[in-house]
C-alpha cells in the first residue's frame, strides 16, 4: 500500500493538529491558567450578550402592547426573536 503524496503547500492534517497542540501547551506552561478575574470577566461578558437583547425584546414588546392594547401580542414574538439571535446562525457549534 502507498501514501497519497501531497502537494508541496499542503501539510497533513494529523500533523498539522499535532503541531497546534503542542503550541497550545507550551503556551500554557509559558502563561499558566487564566486569573479567576479572567474568568469570571468572561462569564460576565457571556452572560451580558445573552440578557440584554432578552431584555430590550421583553421591554420594547411590553411598551408596543400597552400601546396597542394587544396583551402579549408583540413581547413573546420580540422576546423569542432575540433569543434566536443569540444562537446565531445555525452550525456554529
Given at each position: ?26 503556551r500554557w ?6 486569573s479567576v ?39 413573546a414574538p ?16
Amino acid at each position: 500500500m502507498t501514501t497519497p503524496e501531497t502537494e508541496p503547500g499542503e501539510e497533513d492534517p494529523l500533523v498539522k493538529e499535532v503541531r497546534l497542540r503542542d503550541e497550545r501547551q507550551r503556551r500554557w506552561q509559558r502563561e499558566g491558567d487564566p486569573s479567576v478575574a479572567r474568568r469570571l470577566a468572561q462569564i460576565g461578558v457571556l452572560g451580558w450578550i445573552i440578557v440584554v437583547p432578552m431584555l430590550t425584546g421583553i421591554f420594547v414588546g411590553r411598551w408596543l402592547d400597552r400601546t396597542f392594547n394587544s396583551g402579549l401580542f408583540w413581547t413573546a414574538p420580540l422576546l423569542m426573536l432575540d433569543w434566536h439571535s443569540d444562537a446565531g446562525p445555525p452550525g456554529n457549534g
